[in-house]
C-alpha cells in the first residue's frame, strides 16, 4: 500500500512540473533536448534535488483513500439499506397474505355457521312438526281410547235380581245421576251397584240404569211412578226389558264386540260349571246349599 500510495503521489508531482508520461511510460532510449542533441545523464546532485521535488504529499494521498473509503462504506451502507428495504416488503407482503387468509379462513367460517345455523333451523321446525304431529296422534287416540260401555264397571253385573230403571235427567253427568239413583233408592235398602249404559263416542247416557240391591229388590218395585228431578221414573225387573238383553241404538266403539264376547264366554262357562255340579250332587240338601 505504501509503495502504491508513493507512486500515485510521484505521478501527480511529475503531472504538475510537466511530464506527461508514467516512468514505465518512457522508451528505453537515450533522453534528447530540444535541440535533437543527446542528452548528457544527470548528476548526483541533479537526482538528489529531483527527488526533494518529486517528495508525495502524505495529505493528498490520505485524502484520497479516505474518499474511497467513504464512498466505499457509503455503496456498503446503500446496499444494506436495498436488502433491509427487500425484507421490510416481503415481510409486509407476507403479513397481507396473512391477513388475507385468516379474512378468507373466517369469511368460510361464516358462511359455515350460516349454513348449519339454517340447517338447525330446519331441524326444529321439523321437530316441532312431528311433535304437533305426535300430540295429534296422541289425542287422536286418547279420543278413541274413550271409555267403552261394556268394559267399564258394573256393565257385567246384571242378573235376574237386577232392577231396571227409566225416566231420569239424561243432561246431567253420569255420577250425579249415579248419586241421586243410590239417594232415590237407599230407602228400600243398601244399593250395590248401579250401571248406567253410554255411547262409547260421546259418554252420554242411554236414558236406563240397571241397579242391584243387597236383599229384597222387589221392595224396590215401589219406587215405580215416584218422581225424581221432576221426572217420574219407570221402574220394573230387568228380566222384562229388551234392555236387558241387548241395547237400540248404542253408538258402540270397536272393544264393545269383543267385551260381549268376553261375557258370554263367562257366563257360558259359569252356567257350564253349574250344571256339572247339579249333576255330580245326588243328595238334595247340597243341592240346596
Known amino acids: 500500500i505504501h509503495l502504491i500510495e508513493c507512486r500515485i503521489g510521484f505521478w501527480i508531482q511529475r503531472k504538475r512540473l510537466g511530464f506527461c508520461l508514467p516512468t514505465h511510460s518512457i522508451s528505453t532510449s537515450p533522453p ?18 529531483r527527488k526533494k521535488q518529486c517528495k508525495v504529499d502524505p495529505t493528498l494521498v490520505s485524502s484520497e483513500t479516505d474518499d474511497s473509503d467513504a464512498s466505499e462504506n457509503k ?10 428495504l427487500k425484507a421490510f416488503k416481503e ?3 407476507l403479513k397481507k397474505l396473512k391477513k ?12 359455515i355457521i350460516k349454513e348449519l345455523n339454517n340447517r338447525v333451523d330446519v331441524l326444529t321446525e321439523a321437530v316441532e ?20 260401555c261394556f268394559e267399564s264397571e258394573g256393565a257385567g253385573s246384571k242378573n235376574p235380581q237386577t232392577i231396571f230403571v227409566k225416566g231420569f235427567d239424561c243432561s246431567f253427568p253420569r255420577e250425579e245421576i249415579r248419586s241421586t239413583l ?37 221392595k224396590a218395585l ?25 241395547y237400540e241404538h248404542h253408538d258402540g266403539c270397536k272393544r264393545c264386540r269383543n267385551a260381549i ?7 257360558f262357562h259359569e252356567s257350564f260349571r253349574m250344571r256339572i255340579r247339579l249333576d255330580t250332587c245326588t243328595d238334595p240338601g247340597e243341592i240346596e246349599q
Open 182 to 218: 243410590i239417594k232415590h233408592f237407599s230407602s228400600c235398602g243398601e244399593v250395590v251397584t248401579v250401571f248406567i249404559p253410554f255411547h262409547c263416542k260421546t259418554g252420554s247416557p242411554l236414558g236406563f240404569a240397571f241397579i242391584n240391591m243387597v236383599e229384597y229388590p222387589h
Open 32 to 49: 534528447m533536448d530540444d535541440t535533437g542533441k543527446m542528452h548528457m545523464e544527470a548528476t548526483p546532485a541533479q537526482h538528489e534535488s
Open 91 to 93: 415481510l409486509k407482503a
Open 100 to 111: 388475507l387468509k385468516e379474512k378468507q379462513k373466517y369469511k368460510k367460517q361464516k358462511k
Open 129 to 148: 312438526k312431528l311433535e304437533k304431529s305426535q300430540v295429534v296422534q296422541e289425542t287422536s287416540l286418547k279420543v278413541e281410547e274413550k271409555e267403552c
Open 75 to 84: 455503496r456498503n451502507q446503500e446496499r444494506r439499506a436495498l436488502k433491509e
Open 261 to 267: 264376547m268376553k261375557r258370554r264366554l263367562k257366563l
Open 222 to 246: 215401589k219406587l215405580d211412578g215416584s218422581c225424581l228431578q221432576g221426572q217420574r221414573l219407570l221402574v220394573t225387573m230387568a228380566l222384562n226389558r229388551d234392555e236387558y238383553i241387548g
